[in-house]
């Protein structure tokens, strides 16, 4: 079946340090890609998407490239704000019978940007 | 554009009585929902997914008669905790996608407590 693994937090840093938060993923076929978002006690935000290998999905300054040959979709920012802090969810789609997409996520890396 | 909301975002009840919570897509019209379930710190564990107008389709593990869910409008699902019981206590969220498309837009989540 179909699994995603990311990396284990808790990701503590300073604000402006480079973030990678990594994930991998298991699929037959040729899913979609997606890093979701969820700030405290809210519910799941689109960060980003990548439906194709070597796309590249960008949003917020975060980047993260569907990487086919090392079934990667490592999510990058270059300069962490504050703000940033949050847990991220690493997810892959897949068709699941007729028109119906299902996602399968990965854990949720937290995330903790200190001034 | 792909608002979802969810209505309560916080419930409390009493052991054995029944709620129910709305997933709302405010622009767009879903032909697809999605109902999760959310332990603190951990994953979103999909519990069911509803086409308007048809039966919803259970995971496995997932109690039809618990979880009643009703999809009758492209814009609205809810999702009925019958008999609730302190183990019933999670966060719900929703999700709803147009046409079955792989992108789904998350609502808020209802956080739920049974006493």
């Known amino acids: 079946g179909n699994s995603v693994t990311q990396m284990e937090g808790p990701v503590t840093l300073s604000e402006e340090a480079f973030l990678t938060i990594n994930c991998t993923y298991t699929?037959?076929?040729?899913?979609?890609l997606f890093w979701y978002v969820q700030y405290p006690g809210e519910g799941l935000q689109l960060l980003l998407k990548?439906?194709?290998?070597?796309d590249k999905g960008s949003n917020k300054g975060f980047e993260a490239t569907y990487r086919k040959e090392t079934t990667s979709f490592h999510l990058e920012k270059g300069s962490v704000q504050v703000s940033d802090s949050a847990v991220y969810f690493c997810?892959?789609?897949?068709?699941?019978?007729?028109?119906?997409?299902?996602?399968?996520f990965g854990k949720g890396t937290l995330l903790t940007v200190n001034p | 554009g792909a608002v979802v909301s969810q209505h309560p975002s916080r419930v409390i009840c009493k052991s054995g009585t029944s709620v129910k919570i709305e997933c709302r897509s405010l622009?767009?019209?879903?032909?697809?929902m999605f109902w999760y379930r959310q332990f603190p710190k951990q994953s979103l564990m999909l519990m069911a997914t509803?086409?308007?107008?048809?039966?919803?389709?259970?995971e496995q593990g997932v109690e039809k008669d618990k979880f009643l869910i009703n999809h009758a409008s492209l814009t609205l699902s809810t999702l009925t905790v019958t008999s609730a019981h302190p183990e019933d206590s999670s966060f719900y969220i929703c999700?709803?996608?147009?046409?079955?498309?792989?992108?789904?837009?998350f609502g808020p989540g209802t956080r739920l407590l049974v006493l």
């Open positions: 999700s709803a996608t147009d046409r079955g498309w792989e992108t789904q837009y």
């Open positions: 699929a037959t076929g040729y899913p979609s």
């Open positions: 990548a439906t194709k290998a070597d």
């Open positions: 997810a892959l789609s897949a068709n699941s019978g007729g028109s119906n997409y299902k996602l399968t």
């Open positions: 622009d767009f019209q879903a032909t697809t």
């Open positions: 509803s086409n308007e107008g048809s039966k919803a389709t259970y």
